[in-house]
């Protein structure tokens, strides 16, 4: 783990354990953790980074009561941007979230309050989101006069399916609780605090082999792009390299002498 790769942020707060668990936080409790360019920029450069710097998987949160405000709507009001120059800051963000959703680290959310905007665009880059009870899921931006611009139209289109993700913007709709369990907003809702059951998956995540995690939070992303021909073939050539990985032997053997812990029904 290159953990002197992670001194040199500002926006972020950066804690690496020992296990190779990262939890990255967006510290700007103030504004409600709005997404103002330098955060993104960071954003980049930690999730480029992430594999090729040894971090096993990520806990993604925010410091205070809201996990996230989204864009941030005062910089974006004074900067007066063009057209050309909005097009970029969204690009940014998608960069920054392609590289979280395809970098090949697992990546839970906590999340917590706000989960709205560009909140949602970021939550909606992990592989995993956790909820608590204070948790809400909006896209505002339909009343703000506005559009998404960080990838909403696909991903929560992709969580929640086209139609309710067109409610939400045009109606502002909020989503809370079970409810957004149910709907694929989130995978988990917890009674207290997300950000230990983030940490708890995160934990358990980090425990798999790092190829086999590089292949579900990369190549699942880039086979759901693919017609069903070419993700049958590109599947199969994934499962070729991580199947064989001389670090899962110890692991398929364990099995075989019946060392390995089977699967059970819950309790
Ligand atoms: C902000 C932002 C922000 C708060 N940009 N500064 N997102 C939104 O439309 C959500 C806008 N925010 C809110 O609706 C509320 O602030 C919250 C529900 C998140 C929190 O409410 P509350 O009552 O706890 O806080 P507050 O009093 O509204 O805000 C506290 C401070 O945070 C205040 O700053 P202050 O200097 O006056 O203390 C707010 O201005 C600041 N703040 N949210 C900037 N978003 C690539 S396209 C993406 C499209 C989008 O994401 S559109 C944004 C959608």
């Known amino acids: 783990l290159a953990k002197d790769s992670f001194n040199s942020y500002e926006k972020l707060a950066i804690d690496v354990r020992d296990n190779g668990v990262c939890i990255v936080t967006l510290n700007r409790p103030s504004k409600r953790n709005a997404l103002d360019t330098a955060t993104v920029e960071e954003l980049v450069q930690f999730f480029s980074g992430a594999h090729r710097n040894g971090v096993k998987a990520v806990v993604l949160a925010g410091a205070g009561d809201h996990f996230c405000a989204g864009l ?39 999340l917590q309050g706000a989960v709205v905007g560009g909140g949602l665009e970021l939550a909606s880059a992990a592989h995993i989101r956790v909820m608590d009870q204070t948790t809400y899921f909006a896209l505002p931006e339909g009343q703000r006069g506005i559009f998404t611009g960080g990838g909403a139209t696909i991903r929560v289109s992709d969580l929640i399916g086209k139609s309710r993700m067109i409610d939400m913007i045009l109606m502002g709709r909020v989503y809370q609780g079970q409810d957004a369990v149910d709907l694929g907003l989130a995978q988990y809702i917890t009674e207290g605090a997300s950000f230990d059951k983030a940490l708890e998956l995160a934990d358990r995540a980090a425990e798999n082999l790092p190829l086999t995690n590089y292949a579900i939070c990369s190549a699942i992303s880039h086979l759901n792009n693919m017609s069903g021909m070419d993700a049958a073939y590109a599947e199969a050539v994934v499962a070729g390299v991580v199947n064989t990985q001389p670090a899962a032997r110890a692991r398929l053997e364990a099995f075989a002498n019946k060392t390995a812990a089977r699967v059970r029904p819950n309790d």
């Open 72 to 110: 941030d709507l005062v910089e974006h009001w004074k900067e007066d941007r063009s057209p050309d120059e909005f097009m970029h800051v969204c690009l940014r963000w998608h960069e920054a979230f392609n590289k979280m959703e395809y970098g090949g680290v697992p990546v839970i959310a906590a």
